[in-house]
């Protein structure tokens, strides 16, 4: 079946840099566009990120542009996300998701389990 | 950006009711409006997409409607396991946008 498992989050002081991973299992990788989307705690929704299959095609949230990195390994079935100079307010649970609708990319299905990343001193 | 508002917040409701949530958006963005179940401490899960198209393996007391700026979700008869938070989402146009979500309880 579909499944995306994350990884590589944690606790980093603001100023510092974090590596999120993405592995997908069950269906093509190098079909599909990918995207991250977040939850700060107790919070809504906040979508982050899509990257196309090939890579040509990223788009970022103004609230993250210039500081997240997305990319893709299709050799390994890898989606990451770079972090640098994370804020508190970067304080979140990050799902990786299956993007749908072709290269709107806009439906997203599945979602990985999530991961915590906290900002903190 | 379009701003997408959900109401009520939160609900409260008997097994068996019939349960309206409603999605309104900023700008009219056709039936590009996508629902989502979060139970609580999972991901969230596509329920719904074009506004009333349900996803394979979702209950038929399921249903959604709307188009332009006024959409709803409807569950029929509610029964335990719908207790979760529940999302709209506009896929109209980047930065994708989603309600502040409506946390339904079961009485």
């Known amino acids: 079946q579909v499944q995306l498992v994350e990884s590589g989050g944690g606790l980093v002081k603001p100023g510092g840099s974090l590596r999120l991973s993405c592995a997908a299992s069950g269906f093509t990788f190098n079909d599909y566009y990918m995207t991250w989307i977040r939850q700060a705690p107790g919070k809504g929704l906040e979508w982050v990120s899509y990257i196309s299959s090939t890579s040509s095609y990223i788009k970022y949230a103004d609230s993250v542009k210039g500081r997240f990195t997305i990319s893709r390994d299709n050799a390994n079935n890898s989606l990451y996300l770079q972090m640098n100079s994370l804020r508190a307010e970067d304080t979140a649970v990050y799902y990786c998701?299956?993007?749908?609708?072709?290269?709107?990319?806009?439906?997203?299905?599945?979602w990985g389990q999530g991961n915590l990343v906290t900002v903190s001193s | 950006d379009i701003q997408m508002t959900q109401s009520p917040s939160s609900l409260s409701a008997s097994v068996g009711d019939r349960v309206t949530i409603t999605c309104r958006t900023s700008q009219s963005i056709s039936n590009y409006l996508n629902w989502y179940q979060q139970k609580p401490g999972k991901a969230p899960n596509l329920l719904i997409d074009a506004a009333s198209s349900l996803q394979s393996g979702v209950p038929s007391r399921f249903s959604g409607s709307g188009s332009g700026t006024d959409f709803t979700l409807t569950i029929s008869s509610l029964r335990p396991e719908d207790l979760a938070t529940y999302y709209c989402?506009?896929?109209?146009?980047?930065?994708?946008?989603f309600g502040q979500g409506t946390k339904l309880e079961i009485k």
């Open positions: 989402q506009q896929s109209y146009s980047t930065p994708y946008t």
């Open positions: 998701a299956r993007s749908l609708g072709g290269t709107a990319a806009n439906l997203f299905d599945p």
